[in-house]
């Protein structure tokens, strides 16, 4: 169907009437945009019969051809595009749709973008005198006005999001600059006038807005920021002003007039009477409005805000005020999300603040420090009182969207009490006691117990910051918490979260140890803080595990308990695990053998149970957590890697005379998950999760392993070469670096090395794609291998060529791990050469096929992330085989269109003389290569090059 103007009115009207059909109707439309026909059928579409839906397309149009399709415009035709536009513009602002108005504003001011400075360097001066009364005998003073300031207000807009280079943006960027002083005059004499319809000063304030991120000269133009100050006090202009105002105040170009700042600031106070008002009132977007630009004035000019504290006058009173304005928004009445929605606009504010005083030389900070500290003191009480949970019976009619952000908030706010604490100090430790005590002690308080959990609340989120050392008021904490009422879970769940925060505290005070551990195992047996529970004790038995063995039996069995009651999440189940290993390594052998074989028994009769069972989903899932849950335990019983954080340098026990606790485990463990494997090898989950048992239990046992490295090495085997998995590869990674420097075991090593070569290259030569992880396992084993025992080369049936060219083609592979583990085994099979002479052969054999590899993922075949790897190998065969490398060179340059068309011949010499010429420095070669593949990729001298070189590199 041919785009005529009444072709595309009748399908706009079918779009809107035909909603089964929009989709494939969309496509013509946007078809029809594209075409030069649109050139003439958008403005028949804008004649003012038409109906508002066909106006709109056309108006839409209109502007997408301006904006997109500029160069199809001619020359001689600017004068009288120009002249049709405001024409159009005159026709709407008489009484057509607001929004067709808009859209052919648009139209004018991408014409604007276009044009300006070459054509018309005017375009702003020019487009406020054509836009006056006389010239539009049609409109009243009010409509050519709104008309104005609309045109006017959608320049900036439209240079915000349009597509420009940035060569071409700065400098529209500047002429519109300079327009500001035809601009803001106008706005300023707009403004002032007390007659001014409200319509009018409405879009001026819109304007406003929109031309202050050219930045304003608040020198010149501090008449017209109070004018919009004064705006805030009229409620129809209250939120246009505010948004204006805020984007003022944040601006960059606003530090340099701290003076003005300063002045300004006692005419935004005085609109404290309005916040009271609009407070009283419960009108939250207005609160909210007039929060932000408290906020973004003491967020964006904090430094300033400080330094005029140093000394008494004026402007110091005007900035506690201002401080103490921002602080009633965090003490918002209600429930932050339920009841309000802005208390939390000021939290970067505080953060700036504290981190402005604390970096002050110390004679300001102790002026700072005396100044604020009654701020941030009233600031923590508020949050004490703003983290509170609601009743149980409140909370339970709550959303989930509204407790997740309560629960985002209280995160905040413990963030913040952090930043508050680097300005109290011991001053607000020594609060939050004394308030627990006072609670406490009282009663009649006692059953307070929201109050209590903010106040642990704010204890834990000190943690990280409060010096292990601190002996004046943690203690009395810590003392105080068997003495809580634990009433409810809410309390309980963060009485748990502060003890394992502190867990490195209590390391260095283990006095508070008998106070704690009970009320972590009693959390242990609760689904509903379990989760809490158990990072705490896995936080405590793992900091403080040279005190664990006076509590071991104590902490044994309420977790062997836990996990026979079954109640507790896989994670909870996997946790406990590691608290049993950690505290078991404390005892000595016989006691750790035989708390091993009353906790493990339960666990491996389940494991064998599943074995006699079909593999359904359920019971996959309990293999699966029985395993990992002895993975952990494994990894965490280690009798030789106790030591005492107290010493200034860690100190290894003298090593026992009996073997490893999870030796023997290991040893009756095997044949089960010989079992497990030989039954499920097609299973990669399954498999994954006995593989990582077995490494596990390696990175524990290290050479201690050695009695069971022949079971392992044929579990490995078998499995591998009936279903291989990724995972096996890594434990064979794990055997090898353990064990092939063995002269005992290293034809075991030899074996497993090369059966796993042969069935790897064998998998990989068919069907390398379909076998990633694979692949990258497989990589990052032989980069390690090559690395750390080249010996295994001297293998008379080790396939070096094979392995050479199954590195070649995981470098074409488009996973980014595969391609740098791939590099990374090429530059160790290529830097060889001096070590072991076989590999020189199988590089000078495949040196043009990996050279023509690397040429071609540089070439445009490869995402240029990759490129850093590419120029690695290229290095080391640089570096290695010069001579050899400068001959393949010479193919790479007389084979035409090779490796990108855009790459001349010319280009290609050049590359190579300055590949061949950097031996010795990698990062000036990844320049080199960066420069040529954007050269073969044609984004040389592209914005897009420099805005992805840097992330790339």
């Known amino acids: 169907m041919e785009f005529t103007a009444e072709n595309v009115e009748n399908v706009v009207n079918q779009f809107y009437s035909d909603i089964g059909q929009q989709k494939s109707i969309n496509i013509w439309l946007t078809t029809a945009q594209s075409s030069s026909a649109a050139w003439t059928f958008s403005w028949q579409l804008l004649s003012i019969e038409k109906s508002p839906e066909v106006q709109f397309f056309g108006a839409s149009t ?409 002996e004046q008021y943690l203690p009395q904490v810590f003392a105080l918490l068997p003495q809580i009422p634990f ?33 972590l195992l009693h959390g242990i047996g609760n689904p509903e803080v379990a989760p809490s529970a158990t990072m705490a004790l896995k936080d405590i038995v793992s900091d403080c595990q040279l005190q664990m063995k006076q509590f071991a039996f104590q902490i044994l069995h309420p977790c062997q308990e836990a996990l026979l009651n079954r109640q507790l999440a896989s994670r909870e189940q996997i946790r406990l695990m590691v608290c049993i290993g950690r505290v078991l390594a404390t005892l000595e052998f016989d006691d750790i053998m035989a708390s091993l074989n009353v906790i493990l028994t339960p666990h491996v009769q389940q494991l064998q149970s599943y074995i006699l069972e079909p593999l359904t989903g359920q019971s996959k899932v309990g293999i699966i957590l029985k395993l990992n849950m002895l993975a952990m335990l494994c990894a965490s019983l280690d009798v030789n890697s ?112 090369s059966k796993m070569t042969e069935r790897t290259l064998s998998l990989l030569n068919q069907d390398i794609e379909h076998h990633p992880d694979i692949t990258e396992a497989f990589m990052i084993l032989l980069a390690q291998l090559f690395k750390k025992h080249p010996e295994l080369l001297d293998y008379k049936h080790c396939n070096l060529t094979g392995l050479f060219q199954c590195g070649i083609s995981a470098l074409g592979q488009a996973e980014t791990p595969t391609v740098r583990n791939a590099a990374s085994f090429l530059c160790e099979f290529i830097a060889q050469r001096c070590k072991r002479t076989e590999t020189e052969a199988v590089v000078l054999k495949q040196g043009l096929v990996l050279l023509t590899r690397l040429l071609k993922a540089i070439g445009g075949e490869a995402s240029r992330s990759l490129m850093n790897h590419m120029s690695d190998v290229l290095f080391m065969l640089n570096k290695h085989y010069y001579d050899h490398l400068s001959s393949w060179m010479m193919e790479f340059i007389n084979q035409d269109g090779f490796p990108s068309p855009l790459a001349a011949k010319v280009n290609k010499e050049h590359f190579t003389r300055l590949i061949l010429k950097e031996r010795t420095h990698k990062r000036k070669l990844q320049e080199i290569v960066t420069e040529f593949t954007l050269l073969c990729r044609g984004l040389i001298g592209t914005d897009y090059a420099a805005a992805t070189t840097s992330i790339c590199l």
């Open 62 to 470: 209109l502007y997408l051809k301006i904006s997109r399709f500029w160069a199809e415009v001619p020359v001689n035709d600017y004068d009288s595009l120009r002249g049709r536009l405001v024409e159009l513009i005159s026709t709407y602002a008489g009484g057509g749709p607001r929004i067709i108005l808009t859209r052919v504003c648009l139209a004018l001011s991408a014409f604007v973008l276009n044009t300006i400075p070459a054509v018309w360097p005017d375009a702003v001066p020019a487009i406020i005198q054509a836009f006056q009364p006389e010239n539009f005998h049609l409109l009243n003073a009010t409509q050519v006005c709104c008309a104005l300031l609309e045109t006017l207000k959608v320049i900036p807009e439209e240079f915000l999001t349009c597509q420009m280079a940035s060569s071409r943006r700065g400098i529209v960027r500047h002429e519109l600059r300079a327009g500001l002083s035809h601009v803001l005059p106008l706005l300023y004499q707009v403004l002032s006038q007390t007659t001014c319809p409200e319509s009018v000063s409405r879009e001026a304030l819109k304007c406003f807005s929109s031309w202050v991120q050219f930045g304003i000269p608040m020198l010149e133009d501090e008449g017209l920021i109070k004018l919009v100050i004064q705006a805030l006090h009229r409620e129809e202009l209250f939120d246009i002003a505010v948004d204006a105002l805020v984007n003022v105040f944040l601006h960059s170009d606003t530090h340099r007039y701290p003076a003005c700042i300063m002045k300004l600031l006692p005419l935004i106070l005085d609109t404290e009477s309005l916040l009271n008002r609009v407070i009283q009132e419960n009108d939250e977007e207005k609160c909210t409005g007039l929060f932000k630009l408290l906020v973004a004035i003491g967020e964006n000019h904090s430094r300033l805000l400080v330094e005029n504290t140093l000394l008494q006058s004026v402007n110091k009173i005007n900035v506690l005020q201002l401080v103490n304005l921002i602080l009633r928004c965090n003490n918002m009445p209600g429930y932050f999300s339920v009841d309000e929605s802005c208390s939390d606009l000021p939290f970067s504010f505080w953060y700036v603040l504290q981190d402005d005083i604390i970096s002050a030389d110390p004679e300001h900070f102790r002026v700072y420090s005396e100044t604020f500290r009654p701020i941030y003191a009233r600031l923590v009480d508020v949050f004490l009182h703003k983290v509170q949970y609601p009743p149980d019976e409140q909370y339970l009619t709550w959303g989930a969207e509204e407790k997740e952000q309560f629960r985002c908030y209280r995160q905040d706010v413990s963030d913040t009490i952090m930043y508050a604490y680097n300005i109290l100090r011991e001053l607000l430790l020594g609060h939050l006691c004394t308030s627990l005590s006072l609670i406490i002690a009282d009663p009649m308080q006692q059953n307070k117990w929201q109050m209590i959990e903010a106040i642990l609340l704010a204890v834990e989120a000190v943690a990280d910051s409060v010096d292990v050392s601190d």
């Open 487 to 519: 009433t409810n879970l809410k309390l309980i769940t963060t009485a748990l979260d502060t003890v394992g925060a502190y867990a490195e505290w209590i390391n260095c005070h283990s006095s508070v140890l008998p106070g704690v551990i009970p009320l």
């Open 642 to 753: 106790i030591h005492s954080e107290q010493q200034s340098e860690p100190q290894l026990l003298p090593p026992s005379n009996k073997p490893q606790p999870i030796l023997i485990v290991l040893q009756q463990l095997l044949p089960l998950l010989k079992t497990v494997v030989s039954k499920w090898p097609n299973d990669n989950d399954v498999v994954k999760a006995v593989c990582e048992v077995l490494n596990k239990s390696l990175h524990v046992l290290l050479d201690a392993a050695a009695l069971l490295v022949g079971d392992i090495t044929d579990l490995v085997i078998h499995t591998y070469c009936t279903v291989s998995h990724s995972s096996l590869v890594e434990l064979t990674k794990q055997l090898l670096l353990l064990f092939a420097g063995s002269e005992s075991h290293k034809p075991t090593m030899m074996s497993l090395f």
